[in-house]
């Protein structure tokens, strides 16, 4: 779809993406490094089916060797005149797609709208690569680069083949030290859990966080307010997840939950342990078949 906007939709900025969407995942970092070319590459064709008039390549600044590199490759591959590598400060979520369109570009994407509706699109560095395999290369996207990180023995970065078991990937990092008891793809502000060790990796596997959780229990909200103000996108989550627990859907689509990224600030920083990203996705689910039975 990005690589296919509507007609009366002007592409005019293309963001590539290399910062990494959550902490503990260095899976983009490493593409970075070891396959910059081949990003460059896909990059260079997705300004050719776009047009944009600016394009950009947003890298964390802790990830120092990777703008080097990246910087060298720009260069010599000759891409000087038309890629820019932007160092953004590195802090949850700078990685959202919405944040990252804010920083650079001072744009706002509308709320319910995508990117494109500003005429921006963001691509990551897998993506990138992939495109690049798929075009010079014939190969469909049949592997991609996991993090295996948390309470293994070894945590590594793996080039893993798509439908892989995430058994075979723990057990090649070591094995689960400690107690560990649950298993996360994804990283620890918006991954999903899962507890089946036969669970095949998927395109959109970018982490297998492996850690010991202790379940804590839900307490009433004390009105602290820090939830709204770590939140990125301005909103307000507690409203969220006192409608979405009262079953009041549309309320939450007038408080403008259209509008959460899912980053999980909030629920982290919440000192009643209130799962608001949980309560935020039920209300949008809910609120999605509402609208698809309409
Ligand atoms: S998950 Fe929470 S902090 Fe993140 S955008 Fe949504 S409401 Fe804001
Ligand atoms: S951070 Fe938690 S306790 Fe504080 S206002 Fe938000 S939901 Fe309530």
């Not at 395109?203 to 009433?220: D, F, N, R, Y």
Request: net charge neutral; charged share 25%; glycine share 8%.
């Amino acid at each position: 779809v990005k690589l296919v906007p509507p007609k009366d939709k002007k592409i005019d900025t293309v963001i590539l993406n290399g910062c990494e969407c959550e902490p503990y995942i260095t899976a983009d970092h490493r593409v970075m490094l070891e396959y910059g070319e081949k990003v460059l590459s896909g990059l260079s064709i997705i300004k050719k089916v776009l047009s944009p008039d600016d394009v950009y390549i947003a890298i964390e600044d802790n990830k120092e060797d990777a703008i080097d590199h990246l910087e060298e490759l720009v260069v010599s591959m000759g891409f000087k005149d038309e890629f820019k590598i932007i160092p953004l400060e590195s802090k949850y979520p700078t990685g959202a797609e919405k944040t990252l369109i804010g920083t650079i570009l001072g744009r706002e994407v509308p709320i319910g709208g995508l990117p494109l509706d500003i005429g921006v699109i963001v691509q990551n560095v897998g993506t990138a690569k992939a495109i690049h395999d798929a075009i010079f290369e014939g190969k469909p996207l049949i592997e991609r680069v996991v993090t295996v990180t948390g309470a293994v023995k070894n945590p590594k970065n793996l080039l893993v083949r798509l439908g892989t078991p995430l058994r075979s990937l723990i057990e090649y990092c070591g094995g689960i030290e400690g107690k560990a008891n649950e298993i996360i793809l994804g990283g620890p502000m918006m991954g999903i859990s899962h507890y089946d060790l036969g669970f095949p990796v998927t395109k959109g596997t970018s982490c297998v966080l492996v850690k010991e959780t202790i379940p804590v229990k839900e307490q009433e909200c004390i009105n602290c307010g820090r939830c709204l103000s770590v939140c990125p996108m301005n909103l307000m989550p507690t409203m969220f997840a006192r409608y979405a627990k009262a079953g009041r859907y549309d309320a939450c689509k007038e408080a403008y939950i259209d509008s959460c990224v899912e980053c999980g600030t909030c629920a982290y920083a919440c000192p009643a342990r209130i799962p608001i990203v949980q309560y935020t996705k039920v209300a949008k689910s809910e609120l999605s078949k509402r609208a698809a039975n309409k």
